[in-house]
């Protein structure tokens, strides 16, 4: 069977999405920290007034403090961590992204959660510090069971650098996530969200036939794999490891990643939720009361789905909503930004967002090379105008 081929996007608006995806998920991770983990929403009111819509300096005692407005937290310090690899790699290099935790952050941290760059360390970094600072554990020998989008946040770049190669997607943002978190749970969720987030890049809308697009690609990925015998699907073994045995001609289908495609079906759900007229959140802030303030992904990724969805094409309210939403703000508002981000460009962010981001010229440079790198890959893959999946190792 013949590889099913796409036109490429035009190429401006792809760029424009993909920068957009990154810089709001930039955007959102600063906008969060200075409310970040309000659960009395009363509180958070008290200290920052009815609405918060700029970047805030953190309240004396609280989360990130000493953290100046527009400046990020250790997850946005992660997600330029990822960003500034893929660029320097012109890919998804595991062993350089492990090289810079262990050189760049690790050295950093004492295992303790109120310490460290960004003024937070969540719970699936301590642990990670902990296998390998003080258990000496090698990389892809360990992974926390903590069920915290962690991980998704930093695989925002992933997503993006192969949004035009969806099976590769899969597999580099299932890697990279196994590195501190083999939750099951936690793996196709995150991979999901990549997924997703990689078709609004390509340019898709977030809707409620987003699932349908998402499994019949994986199912046209599995027919045209030659080698899909020769692929065992990962899993979370007991020990912490993924296994995973790849035949040296191919690289594995996206039926791999998805032992289950209860994770898929979500993103359509929420998206009929935020468009029946039945369905009325008020102020959609709320939204993370319904879904939940904690930090887990069933709480986290279902709000960031409803908001993308209900505020197609307004990122402000999107990201807004998801900030005065209180509890985990951050991790909403970041997943949010990314998502929103990829459906307006970066020519639909409210200019005084990037204008606020501290260093911003750095990550705009950064994000152009990653893009950069990905529009050259898609046109080495066709000569001929269109994308076909690579159908290689690794």
């Known amino acids: 069977m013949e590889a099913q081929v796409m036109p490429l996007t035009n190429p401006d608006r792809l760029r424009d999405r993909a920068l957009g995806a990154l810089m709001g998920a930039f955007v959102g991770d600063a906008l969060g920290v200075g409310p970040h983990w309000y659960y009395d929403l009363d509180q958070m009111v008290a ?45 998804y290099d595991e062993a350089d992204f492990c090289l810079r935790l ?3 952050l690790f050295p ?33 020998s360990f992974g926390s069971d903590v069920d915290n989008t962690e ?11 192969y949004a ?44 409620a036939d987003i699932s349908d697009k998402l499994m019949d690609r994986i199912k046209a990925d599995k027919q045209i794999s030659r080698f899909n015998s020769a692929v065992q699907p990962l899993h979370a073994a ?67 789905y409803y908001l993308t969805a209900r505020f197609q094409d307004d990122f402000e309210s999107a990201v807004l909503h998801a900030l005065n939403g209180g509890g985990q703000n951050q991790a909403r ?9 990829a459906m307006v460009g970066l020519s639909g962010i409210p ?8 260093r911003a010229e750095v990550l705009l440079a950064l994000a152009e090379r990653l893009v950069g790198d990905m529009q050259s890959q898609a046109q080495r893959n066709d000569s001929h105008g269109y994308f076909i999946d690579e159908r290689r190792c690794l």
Request: glycine share 10%; proline share 6%.
């Open 47 to 91: 200290d920052y007034g009815p609405w918060i819509d700029s970047y805030t300096r953190p309240k004396p005692g609280r989360y990130h403090e000493g953290v100046e407005p527009g400046q990020p937290s250790q997850s946005g310090i992660l997600l330029e961590m990822t960003l500034r690899s893929l660029a320097d790699c012109s890919g």
């Open 102 to 104: 262990d050189g760049e």
């Open 108 to 140: 950093q941290l004492d295992g303790t959660s109120m310490n460290g760059p960004g003024g937070y360390t969540s719970q699936s970094i301590r642990d990670a510090w902990r296998n390998r600072v003080q258990e000496g554990l090698a990389w892809g």
């Open 151 to 161: 991980a998704a946040e930093r695989i925002i770049a992933i997503a993006v650098r």
């Open 164 to 207: 035009l190669n969806p099976a590769k997607l899969a597999w580099a943002v299932t890697a990279n996530t196994a590195l501190t978190q083999t939750n099951s749970n936690v793996l196709t969720t995150t991979t999901t969200y990549g997924a997703v987030l990689g078709m609004l890049v390509e340019g898709h809308r977030f809707d």
């Open 238 to 304: 007991a020990q912490g490891r993924l296994e995973v045995q790849i035949h040296t001609d191919c690289q594995p289908c996206m039926e791999t990643f998805f032992p289950s495609h209860d994770a898929l079906v979500t993103p359509s759900g929420v998206a009929r939720a935020a468009h029946d007229s039945g369905i009325r959140i008020e102020p959609a802030s709320k939204v993370s009361l319904l879904y939940g303030l904690p930090c887990g992904v069933h709480h986290q990724f279902p709000a960031a």
């Open 333 to 341: 508002a970041m997943l949010t930004g990314a998502l929103s981000g």
């Open 351 to 358: 200019r005084r967002f990037i204008d606020g981001l501290e």
